[in-house]
């Protein structure tokens, strides 16, 4: 059963059999630029939010969050903290996760487990751990507003998240772009590829 897929730089990538050779870099940024969150939905003109961005955010925001800075591994876990979606070419909303399957949450685990041994990402201890997820449910909820168009009751009610809505897209300072427009995907894994760069190594 053919169960892989040929990435752009020609190479394959087995999804029920991943290894850490079956992509470049390229191929990763150009599959999570090319994977949207909130089922490809947007109130803006022209592409929705993708993986990458999104990606892009967090680790901007987990930045600016640390007071004593963060290690370059420890920068590169959260650039890469949903880099299995750009391999599936699927960001599945969480609701629909248990409907299917155990069978789905395995293969996400190998891919996990394939990213991680390429890149050398250390499992999470518990207090990064919190503080990562505290910044993508931040991010999750300003998405939700800024460009999915939920309300902030919705996100209350619905998302129960009950932090404070965060107004200012960290990545707009950083790339001179308006606040929480979605990027062109060639645009967003141009950026992402470089932030990879320079995230590599020790």
């Not at 600016?64 to 299995?84: F, I, K, M, V, W």
């Amino acid at each position: 059963m053919r169960a892989w897929v040929r990435l752009p730089s020609g190479r394959r990538l087995d999804l029920l059999a991943p290894t850490p050779f079956d992509w470049t870099d390229a191929d990763l940024a150009l599959g999570l630029a090319r994977t949207y969150r909130w089922g490809g939905h947007s109130i803006w003109p022209g592409a929705p939010l993708s993986v990458a961005q999104h990606s892009l955010a967090v680790w901007a925001l987990r930045r600016a969050r640390a007071p004593t800075g963060l290690s370059r591994p420890d920068q590169r876990r959260e650039l890469l903290h949903d880099a299995e979606e750009g391999l599936l070419g699927f960001d599945c909303i969480s609701p629909l996760k248990p409907f299917l399957g155990e069978a789905f949450a395995a293969l996400e685990a190998r891919l996990r487990g394939a990213v991680a041994a390429r890149y050398g990402l250390a499992p999470w201890a518990a207090e990064a751990r919190r503080a990562h997820k505290a910044c993508d449910v931040a991010l999750a909820a300003a998405e939700a507003v800024h460009v999915a168009g939920w309300s902030l009751a919705e996100v209350r009610s619905t998302l129960g998240i009950r932090a404070p809505m965060l107004d200012a897209d960290p990545l707009a300072s950083v790339y001179g772009t308006p606040p929480w427009q979605p990027w062109p995907a060639e645009l967003a894994a141009e950026r992402f590829l470089a932030a990879l760069d320079r995230v590599a190594g020790d």
